[in-house]
């Protein structure tokens, strides 16, 4: 693939590469040089004289474990370090730490080999190098909410250094302007490189937990003008947590949390305020910018050295559905599911899963979409946090089951349980990408810097954790174990809450890592199996086995054309606009495309990532996309109501023109939650857009 402006040198190398890659040369020499020394020679004496822990201890001396001296890193046949529950870790600074992993988890590194797929985070969990099966093996995963997409409540200190930031293009925007602490770049990079470390990610393994979730935003390929978040930066950021994955053998959603507009109008989609992701005048361009971005993801991920950890891409978190209406997020879905398959090819082993957003409704509401498609997913984000009517019910009294837990285990049973089993036998794959340990939206920032703190006359009993007793702990534990059962495969939001400026995590029902450590959240995630069923509960779990489309098992998977053509890219209408779809303004794809840079491979011959150039399907030449010189576009954030062309911009051949409308144009009523999405047929006017 030529990429002439390809991402990589787009920009001249900064400093900060530099003295990345320096790092990374000093890293590679001491594994090399000192390790071997450290092993055979410094090691043993240690192990002589120090003392049990079973916390993973940052110093250098930490050694062995409760079980007695710590078990040697051993170095395989063909040269890699790899090593279980009591080894010692050394990361890229040359500091070291203890693995914690009661699970017969195997971490393996091999600067030599940076593709080794052989490690695992549990005795339960398919080793990277094996195929994972859907309906048999269980997600226990958590997100890394609030790394490259900041939120208030995640990282709340951030926040408060810049009072007035409502969501991160604010942030963005005044990081840059304090440029006294370094400015933009080095600001985000800052958290970037300390909110999740490698400890982080080996604890995640060490908990009993499979697959993390990482929400990102499109800034990670590239922002255009008056768009303030920090490009690119965080993209190298998740490759290091893609390296971390594979070394403790975690596997891998990638999420595309924020897209140019905002597809939910949330502060976590990057600005809040306004939808501007199919509605409104810029509805269909943000969209067509978003259907970039994914295919330059998919390109990517699909590489073979990145398929067995990053097995699925949500197309993107949280539109709503509501709002924008089913139609429209309906057409963009099968449109981002042929490009993405335009790219992958179908079939087992051909690119990642697509997971698709329930869009904040009922998920049956998207049963019946893309039938007979290759391996796609839904994801839905069961709360009881957002209720509007406050429940009251105490949570320190006995439940059904006489742990603790009161009414509120056996409600996310019978809320949830019934839902994901069935969206399992009527959609296909399915799993709960977000959910939290919270019955409530006490704490700091949860509904945003606007509302710092919730009214719920219950919140001085939740807030502070610090003082939760024995019942109380059980109860919310119940709690979390039901919704785990219920769900089935699950993503808990998220691994970590960031310290308020106070010096405190201040929403402590959403932080796993903090549960983990207080006794709120299970040592081990498998206690959850069958806590419905204990708790009385009677939904039907899903028995499996998914049909074998579903799963990659047909090669040769396709969805009927009448459907497609049924549902045509662009949709028929969106909401929110004065003209017909047609006039609304669309992008060329004239720029040179962009490919997203690999990691550099200090310690690998040259033979190892041959070939490897961030772009799998060479058979895809398309241009990136890029504004037609000749229109003029509104703005991509505030939708202008008074906008009106008369013609379309750019003039694409072969699409009919119709006649000006003085008169809004029609919109298209909203499917309700519960019905299906047979959609009337109709004739499409506009010729789908380019399938690779
Ligand atoms: C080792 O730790 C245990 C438990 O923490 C303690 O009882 C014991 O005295 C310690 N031994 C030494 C030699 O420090
Ligand atoms: C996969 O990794 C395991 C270790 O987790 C190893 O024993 C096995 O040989 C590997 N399999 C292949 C096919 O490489
Ligand atoms: C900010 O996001 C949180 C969830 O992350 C949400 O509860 C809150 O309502 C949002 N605030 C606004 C004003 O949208
Ligand atoms: C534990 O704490 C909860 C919440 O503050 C309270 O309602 C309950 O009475 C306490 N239980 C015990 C046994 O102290
Ligand atoms: C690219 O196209 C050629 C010719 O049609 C085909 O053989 C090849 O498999 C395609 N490559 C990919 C990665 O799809």
Avoid at 119 to 132: F, G
Avoid at 365 to 371: A, I
Avoid at 430 to 446: H, I, K, P, Q, R
Avoid at 548 to 560: I, L, Y
Wanted: proline share 10%.
């Amino acid at each position: 693939m030529e990429s002439p402006d390809g991402y990589k040198s787009k920009k001249p190398v900064k400093k900060g590469v530099i003295a990345l890659i320096g790092a990374a040369l000093v890293a590679v020499l001491f594994l090399v040089i000192f390790l071997p020394i450290y092993f055979t020679v410094i090691r043993p004496r240690e192990q002589k004289s120090s003392n049990g822990s079973s916390a993973i201890i940052n110093e250098p001396d930490s050694g062995s474990t409760e079980n007695g001296p710590s078990p040697p890193v051993e170095t395989s046949e063909a040269g890699s370090l790899r090593g279980g529950h009591g080894s010692t870790i050394t990361k890229e600074d040359g500091s070291t730490f203890t693995y914690q992993n009661d699970f017969g988890g195997l971490w393996v590194e091999d600067p030599a080999d940076p593709f080794n797929n052989d490690a695992r985070p549990n005795s339960w969990t398919p080793p990277l190098n094996t195929s994972w099966q859907w309906g048999t093996d269980r997600i226990y995963g958590v997100n890394l909410g609030g790394l490259f997409v900041l939120e208030p409540f995640i990282s709340p200190e951030i926040f408060q250094r810049y009072p007035g930031a409502l969501d991160e293009f604010m942030l963005s925007e005044a990081m840059a302007a304090d440029t006294a602490n370094g400015g933009l770049e080095q600001i985000l990079e800052e958290h970037y490189n300390t909110f999740i470390t490698e400890e982080d990610i080996a604890e995640i393994a060490g908990a009993g937990l499979n697959w993390i979730r990482v929400p990102i935003g499109f800034w990670a390929v590239e922002t255009w003008p008056g768009e303030t978040f920090l490009e690119r930066t965080s993209w190298r950021y998740f490759l290091r947590i893609v390296k971390w994955a594979r070394k403790y053998g975690l596997r891998i959603c990638l999420d595309l949390h924020a897209l140019p507009g905002s597809q939910n109008a949330y502060n976590h989609s990057g600005r809040l305020n306004n939808v501007n992701f199919l509605e409104g005048p810029m509805g269909i361009a943000n969209a067509e910018r978003a259907l970039y971005y994914l295919r330059v993801f998919t390109q990517f991920i699909s590489q073979p050295q990145y398929l067995d950890i990053i097995q699925a891409i949500e197309l993107v978190n949280e539109p709503l559905a509501g709002q924008i209406g089913f139609r429209p997020l309906n057409s963009f879905y099968i449109e981002a599911y042929q490009i993405i398959r335009g790219i992958t090819g179908v079939g087992s082993g051909n690119g990642p899963y697509i997971i698709l957003s329930d869009g904040l409704q009922a998920m049956a509401s998207w049963e019946g979409l893309l039938p007979g498609a290759d391996r796609v997913g839904m994801d839905g984000h069961p709360y009881f946090a957002f209720v509007d009517t406050p429940i009251l019910d105490p949570i320190s009294v006995p439940a059904e089951d006489g742990l603790a837990g009161g009414t509120w285990p056996r409600r996310a049973c019978d809320a949830w349980g019934p839902t994901f089993a069935t969206s399992r036998t009527n959609f296909g794959v399915t799993f709960g990408g977000e959910f939290s340990g919270a019955v409530n939206d006490c704490g700091l920032y949860l509904r945003g810097i606007h509302n710092p703190r919730s009214f719920h006359p219950q919140c001085p009993e939740y807030d502070a954790w610090e003082t939760y007793n024995a019942t109380m702990k059980e109860g919310i534990q119940s709690f979390i174990t039901a919704s785990f059962d219920a769900i089935g495969d699950f993503f808990f939001w998220t691994w970590k809450i960031g310290e308020s400026i106070e010096g405190r995590v201040d929403i402590p029902l959403w932080s796993y890592k903090l549960g983990l450590e207080q006794g709120w959240i299970p040592r081990d995630p498998r206690e959850s199996i069958g806590k419905c069923q204990r708790l009385g509960a009677t939904f039907e779990p899903f028995q499996g086995p998914f049909s074998p489309a579903q799963t990659g098992g047909n090669p040769s998977a396709t969805v009927a054309a009448d459907y497609l053509l049924s549902n045509p890219w662009p949709p028929a209408s969106i909401n929110s606009i004065n003209v017909p779809i047609e006039f609304l303004p669309r992008y060329t794809n004239t720029a040179p495309v962009i490919t997203l840079p690999e990691p550099t491979y200090t310690g690998a011959p040259a033979s190892a990532t041959q070939g490897l150039d961030g772009w799998f399907n060479d058979n895809d030449t398309e241009g990136g996309i890029a504004e037609a010189v000749e229109c003029t576009y509104p703005d991509r954030y505030i939708p202008d109501p008074d906008y009106a062309p008369i013609a379309p911009c750019p003039v694409v051949a072969g699409v009919p023109v119709p006649t000006p409308e003085v008169t809004p144009g029609p919109t298209i009523p909203e499917v309700e939650p519960g019905s299906t999405l047979d959609v009337e047929s109709s004739t499409p006017e506009v010729t789908p857009a380019p399938v690779l």
